[in-house]
């Protein structure tokens, strides 16, 4: 929780800048003490007065940054602080943070912090959806940044869409939610583990397949986090827009039948899999040579399909007593009574249960809520919060399980 939590509020050159003053105010409420670094940028918008006058503690900014008298200003704050927020972040501040830049007050201090780190970004919504922006936010996700989504509202350019910064008081409540949940990652140091990820494409002929809406951002976020417990992970992923976490080893895949060989040779020697992939229940009985053409005669199209293989049925065949195998489930209704049959049937350490008929969760999304089911039949809820969160959660209870055998 945020009581006596130390934060240090980056505020970067947004127009939304503004609204760090209120969210200043709102972290001190909530019982947090806060310090502010203010970008060059920033102090165009606001000035340190405002959040000295607020914090009652001096405000640090590129003016004076070395002093002349030995002091490391930076240092000394980046080891004060228990939880970094930079909010708003600008495009620009997002680039800095997570290319490792130490050229400015803020990012110095943000690279030289080992605290738990939050980025609340706000941007125009074409800076927000533009290819660099989300492979800056990819990175610093991949880094262990909670990266809030921004909300869709006005702008300050007069027009509607993604990339308004989120109210002062919904951001505390998301990080008291946070930190309520943000149990250490637990120790896999000298485990390896298979994690599976994206969503299975089936053939129907060289130039179309059967797929799923799987964005690989979950099973990619369980190994990030498994790695950074210490594991040595191998990703074996369906094809994804995303980078692979820095440290892992990837194995490519495509279709289901590729993952199940991929998975059964190289389960034998690890100690746990952690099935996040979306897999295809079906695939097209024949596959064509040729590309299928429409004509005139063909106005229907009749396509019978097949089961796929069921992966974590052969994983059970294979499995020993000292490895654990965690299974997703993506349902649409009955969550509990369908996630409970696949972890019994698919004789499971443990089950992630999701709904992914919910609008602000689900296969695209970056934010996510499962449940865990285990075999004794208890359960455990987590809040909706962004999916670095939900697989640093999974992570600690892979490594509970881990202990118990």
């Not at 992939?277 to 299928?292: G, M, R, S």
């Not at 992966?311 to 969550?335: M, N, R, S, Y």
């Not at 075999?375 to 202990?403: N, R």
């Amino acid at each position: 929780m945020l009581q006596d939590k130390h934060v240090t509020l980056t505020v970067s050159g947004s127009v939304a800048s503004y609204k760090a003053a209120t969210l200043a105010r709102e972290l001190q409420r909530a019982g947090a003490q806060v310090r502010v670094v203010l970008t060059a940028a920033a102090s165009r918008f606001v000035t340190p007065a405002t959040f000295a006058a607020l914090t009652k503690q001096p405000v640090l900014t590129d003016a004076g940054w070395w002093r002349a008298d030995g002091q490391i200003e930076h240092i000394e704050l980046a080891d004060w602080t228990e939880l970094a927020l930079a909010a708003p972040a600008s495009a620009n501040l997002m680039a800095q943070l997570a290319n490792g830049l130490a050229n400015d007050a803020a990012s110095a201090t943000w690279l030289a912090t080992a605290a738990p780190k939050v980025l609340v970004p706000a941007m125009n919504s074409h800076m927000w959806q533009a290819s660099a922006t989300q492979r800056n936010r990819q990175t610093l996700q991949q880094d262990g940044v909670t990266v809030l989504t921004p909300a869709t509202g006005a702008l300050a350019e007069g027009y509607s869409g993604q990339g308004r910064f989120l109210e002062p008081a919904d951001i505390v409540q998301q990080l008291q939610g946070l930190l309520a949940t943000a149990v250490p990652t637990g120790d896999l140091t000298g485990k390896k583990l298979l994690v599976t990820a994206g969503g299975t494409r089936e053939r129907l002929d060289p130039v179309r397949f059967l797929t799923n809406d799987s964005s690989g951002k979950m099973g990619y976020a369980v190994a990030a986090a498994a790695q950074r417990a210490g594991a040595q992970v191998t990703l074996i992923t369906a094809p994804t827009a995303l980078v692979a976490p820095a440290g892992v080893t990837v194995v490519p895949i495509e279709s289901t039948q590729d993952l199940a060989t991929a998975v059964t040779q190289r389960f034998p020697t690890v100690d746990g899999l952690i099935m996040a992939a979306a897999v295809a229940d079906f695939q097209p009985l024949t596959q064509a040579n040729q590309k299928i053409k429409k004509s005139p005669e063909n106005d229907e199209f009749v396509l019978k399909l097949k089961k796929t293989p069921d992966i974590l049925q052969l994983v059970a065949g294979l499995k020993q007593p000292h490895q654990i195998t965690v299974g997703f489930a993506a349902e649409t209704q009955h969550l509990l009574v369908n996630g409970q049959k696949k972890l019994t049937k698919k004789h499971l350490d443990m089950l992630a249960a999701n709904d992914v008929s919910r609008s602000d969760i689900g296969f695209n999304g970056d934010d996510n809520q499962v449940t865990f089911l285990f075999p004794d039949g208890h359960t455990h809820e987590t809040p909706v919060a962004p999916k670095t969160t939900i697989a640093s959660l999974l992570i600690d209870q892979v490594s509970q399980l881990f202990a118990q055998k």
